[in-house]
């Protein structure tokens, strides 16, 4: 990756001639800043954009992360990037689109940065314990004419973790911090999005384990104790053992913990959940 003092502003020239024949790309949007990516996005679906359209911004003023945070967005250092897909096949594999989206990035910044992130179920891309990146997936609401399911991304690049808030200080992380280097965020943003392009289509047209293989090949939390927060608030704890064919986390419950007594299981599949690695 060429290193740059002064990283080039995003254009959708620089995106576009890299991405060469990708069909992911081919209408571009670049806002100098807006609330969320995911919410220009959204509204481009309802006005008819086509699959494919991408939004990125310099800034967002209201960045929204996983479970209704926020995502910390500074001007002219990071990446903040919607994907708007709309032809989803089939339909049994639509929770994988998060993961292979995650997947996409890791091994785009593998490829430039010489590191090598991991993935936290479902989507976190985090080198050591710290975080990187994230994915938030969001869908048109049912019953609306023009159905699509917009992939956002933000990958924290060329920002020091001095400028994060205090309380991210510990929890995250940047490419620039990791390696000491500034990144070009159009090459990243192309090779994200190529890669991308190849996972989505193996997703639609060929067997699971095209995809499924190369996700657990960087998905650090399998093998791992983890403790995960349910959408209702519930606790589980338990042995990580693998991802199901619909892209749910399959964990094996503590013999102590209540909830692995309550429900008899010997394996739990989790289809939504906050996972924190404990060891
Ligand atoms: C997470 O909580 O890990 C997900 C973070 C997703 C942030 C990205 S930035 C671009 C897109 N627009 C948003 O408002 N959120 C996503």
């Known amino acids: 990756m060429k290193f740059c003092a002064d990283p080039s502003p995003l254009s959708v020239s620089a995106i576009q001639s890299a991405l060469g024949l990708c069909s992911l790309g081919r209408d571009m949007h670049i806002h100098d800043e807006v609330?969320?990516?995911?919410?220009?996005?959204?509204?481009?679906?309802d006005s008819g954009a086509n699959h494919g359209t991408i939004v990125l911004a310099e800034q967002q003023t209201a960045g929204r992360g996983r479970w209704g945070r926020s995502w910390f967005s500074p001007p002219k250092k990071n990446l903040y990037c919607s994907v708007i897909l709309k032809e989803v096949y089939p339909k049994d594999r639509l929770s994988w689109i998060p993961l292979i989206t995650g997947l996409a990035i890791t091994q785009a910044i593998e490829e430039?940065?010489?590191?090598?992130?991991?993935l936290k179920w479902p989507n976190d891309i985090l080198v050591g314990d710290r975080k990187?990146?994230?994915?938030?997936?969001?869908?048109?609401?049912?019953?609306?004419?023009?159905?699509?399911?917009?992939?956002g991304f933000g990958i924290n690049v060329n920002s020091r973790i001095e400028e994060f808030p205090e309380d991210l200080h510990l929890s995250s992380?940047?490419?620039?911090?990791?390696?000491?280097?500034?990144?070009?965020?159009?090459?990243?943003?192309?090779?994200?999005?190529?890669?991308?392009?190849?996972?989505?289509?193996?997703?639609?047209?060929?067997?699971?384990?095209?995809?499924?293989?190369p996700y657990l090949a960087s998905c650090s939390t399998i093998g791992r104790q983890i403790c995960i927060r349910l959408v209702n608030g519930e606790d589980i704890k338990g042995l990580a053992l693998d991802i199901g064919r619909d892209g749910a986390l399959?964990?094996?419950?503590s013999i102590e913990f209540p909830h692995a007594k309550k429900s008899g299981k010997e394996v739990m599949e989790i289809r939504s959940g906050e996972v924190v690695h404990v060891r």
Not at 35 to 45: E, G, I, K, Y
């Open 35 to 45: 609330l969320s990516t995911n919410t220009m996005a959204l509204a481009l679906v």
């Open 250 to 253: 399959r964990v094996a419950p």
């Open 173 to 213: 992380t940047t490419l620039a911090a990791e390696t000491g280097r500034l990144y070009d965020r159009n090459h990243l943003a192309a090779r994200i999005l190529s890669n991308l392009e190849v996972h989505y289509e193996r997703l639609r047209s060929q067997s699971l384990q095209e995809v499924r293989a």
């Open 112 to 118: 430039l940065a010489n590191l090598r992130p991991s």
């Open 132 to 151: 990187l990146g994230g994915v938030l997936c969001e869908s048109t609401p049912q019953g609306t004419r023009r159905r699509a399911i917009v992939v």
